[in-house]
């Protein structure tokens, strides 16, 4: 069965500090891999996917993320993080067949100290 | 933004109560989603549907049955609910289930006394 692993469940850093959420997945086909974020009180939002064109994507906000498929990793990362980043991150899996099903990490919680 | 719209946004039902969660997507897709989103654990995907055919029913319990009417509107009908359903269910849809991405409504938070 697929799975979604975030390895960190909640981060906290200050402003200007570099980011990097750990993202691995189990399955062996072709994917399309995506990263969702969820700020205080609002809904899921898109910030980034991939859909197995250049594994470097750039997202939203300053977001990008990288496709290891030796690795199975798509980890996120920003180089520069701001107080308003402060959220839920989540990273989805999605096999390249016609189900439309989504598998979801457990969700990473970052804290952007002022 | 309002792409995806879900009502009630809380709900608060007793065990023996039946009631229903309405979602509407403005975005022209064919594909609508159920998922469950519980205190510490991943979302779970419910059900799927695709030009309004249910394609996925991911082993959710019978006290939880979804309609779908048409391409726009889907429904979550809820009885005799237990109190561990408590949690909040979120709405998808996608422009089809194969390579469409995901928009999602802001959820309904669901209270099982």
């Known amino acids: 069965a697929q799975s979604v692993s975030q390895h960190n469940h909640h981060v906290i850093l200050s402003e200007a500090a570099s980011l990097e959420l750990g993202c691995n997945y189990s399955y062996g086909g072709t994917v399309n891999l995506f990263w969702y974020v969820q700020y205080p009180g609002q809904h899921l939002q898109l910030l980034l996917k991939y859909f197995s064109e250049d594994p470097l994507v750039k997202g939203i906000k300053g977001f990008e993320a990288e496709f290891i498929k030796s690795k199975f990793s798509f980890n996120l990362r920003k180089p520069s993080v701001q107080w308003s980043d402060t959220a839920e991150y989540f990273c989805a899996v999605k096999s390249s067949g016609n189900t439309g099903k989504l598998i979801f990490g457990q969700g990473t919680t970052l804290q952007v100290k002022p | 933004e309002t792409g995806v719209t879900q009502t009630p946004r809380h709900l608060v039902m007793g065990m023996t109560n039946k009631k229903s969660l309405k979602c509407e997507q403005h975005?022209?897709?064919?594909?609508m989603y159920w998922y469950k989103q519980s205190a510490k654990k991943p979302l779970e995907l419910m059900f799927v549907y695709n030009f309004k055919e249910q394609t996925e029913n991911n082993s959710v319990p019978s006290r939880f049955s979804p309609e779908c009417p048409n391409s726009s509107h889907l429904f979550l009908h809820l009885h005799t609910l237990q109190p561990e359903d408590s949690a909040l269910y979120l709405c998808?849809?996608?422009?089809?289930?194969?390579?469409?991405?995901?928009?999602f409504g802001p959820g309904t938070r669901l209270l099982v006394l």
């Open positions: 998808a849809s996608s422009q089809d289930t194969g390579k469409g991405t995901q928009y």
């Open positions: 975005l022209g897709h064919n594909a």
